[in-house]
Nanobody, 113 residues
Framework: VQLVESGGGLVQPGGSMRLSCAASGFTISIYHMSWYRQAPGKGRERVAF????????TYADSVKGRFTISRDNAKNTVNLQMNSLTPEDTAVYYC???????WGQGTQVTVSS
């Protein structure tokens, strides 16, 4: 069982970035999926959630209107489109199926000029 995030890196304030999460060893179609992030010195925060069919999404207030979570069950992937990035979005971003407690290794996103 594995979740592998990709797409992180360095971006300027105001820029955009798209994170992808590829699952292997299990099918994501039966699980709700989420993206979390953890900034230095802070706790882990859930930034986005999507239900199994992709018909219901929720976002942290801090990213609402800027981030969009999506999923492709046929490709076994979950994505996070991030727009209008600010330095406060700098963190390690994790893809997760909270139940059954499957987590990726994280990808670093740094927003800086």
């Amino acid at each position: 069982v594995q979740l592998v995030e990709s797409g992180g890196g360095l971006v300027q304030p105001g820029g955009s970035m798209r994170l992808s999460c590829a699952a292997s060893g299990f099918t994501i179609s039966i699980y709700h999926m989420s993206w979390y992030r953890q900034a230095p010195g802070k706790g882990r925060e859930r930034v986005a959630f999507i239900n199994t069919l992709g018909t219901n999404t929720t976002y942290a207030d801090s990213v609402k209107g800027r981030f969009t979570i999506s999923r492709d069950n046929a490709k076994n992937t979950v994505n996070l489109q991030m727009n209008s990035l600010t330095p406060e979005d700098t963190a390690v971003y994790y893809c997760a199926a909270v139940i059954p407690n499957y987590w990726g290794q994280g990808t670093q996103v740094t927003v800086s000029s």
